[in-house]
């Protein structure tokens, strides 16, 4: 999977959970939009780590690095 | 010290909890060892019985006042008494975020009906603090 396919996962995914969205912005807020809620955030920690391969520990959370689609990227899906 | 009159509520869809359910999350990530013991170990998942302890452990999180922080599911457990009352027992970060609001322990009270469940939670008093039942 490329960096480009991995954050298009976590993408698509947050869309196919509201339907009234055609796009997400890079820079936006995903919990103050509410595209992103605590249950749903935990589901979404799955899906990256399905796309990465890597598990993340929950206890040690960043949450900057959820913030936007941008942050993610950035945290998970930049090579060195 | 205990932090004066901190409230805490949530509500959880039972559609929400068949959803994630499904993925297998909920044993995996929010719900500890005794939980599942309580909500999965029959024919069925208890969706209510769930659906209202994450509603708990969310309104519990609420009192910490923890910006930046995610919620301890694991760390917030949400048991039964023997008189059929939820308890709640803290560990690890969870009660590390207690400690650093002043609360020494916390009440909760759930009520669910289809279609979702709502938990309210409240600090106890210091000289109220219980242990498990």
């Known amino acids: 999977m490329t960096v480009n396919d991995g954050i298009d996962v976590v993408r698509n995914w947050i ?22 809620d605590s249950l ?12 990465t391969g890597a598990e993340i520990d929950f206890d040690t959370i960043d949450l900057k690095d959820f913030q936007s689609l941008s942050a993610i990227q950035r945290a998970f899906f930049t090579t060195a | ?53 994450l509603a708990a452990k969310e309104a519990v999180f ?5 910006t930046g922080e995610t919620v301890p599911w694991q ?25 650093g609001a002043g609360i020494g322990s916390v009440s ?7 279609p979702c469940a709502v938990a309210v939670a409240l600090t106890a008093p210091d000289s109220e603090e219980r242990s498990a039942p």
Do not use: C, Q
């Open chain 1, 15 to 36: 869309l196919s959970r509201h339907p009234e969205r055609a796009r997400i912005g890079p820079d936006e807020d995903l919990v103050r939009t509410r595209l992103v």
């Open chain 1, 40 to 51: 749903s955030f935990v589901e979404l920690v799955y899906v990256i780590e399905n796309a």
């Open chain 2, 1 to 53: 010290m205990t932090a004066p009159g901190r409230i805490g509520i949530d509500m959880v869809p039972f559609t929400r909890v068949r959803a994630l359910l499904g993925g297998g999350l909920l044993a995996g990530r929010m719900l500890s060892a005794d939980e599942r013991r309580l909500l999965l170990d029959g024919d069925e998942p208890d969706v209510p019985g769930i659906a209202g302890r």
């Open chain 2, 62 to 66: 609420k009192l910490f006042h923890a």
């Open chain 2, 75 to 99: 760390g917030i457990e949400i048991l039964r008494a023997e008189s059929g009352a939820p308890w709640v027992r803290l560990s690890g970060r969870a009660a590390a975020l207690a400690r």
């Open chain 2, 108 to 114: 909760v009270s759930i009520t669910h009906d289809e």
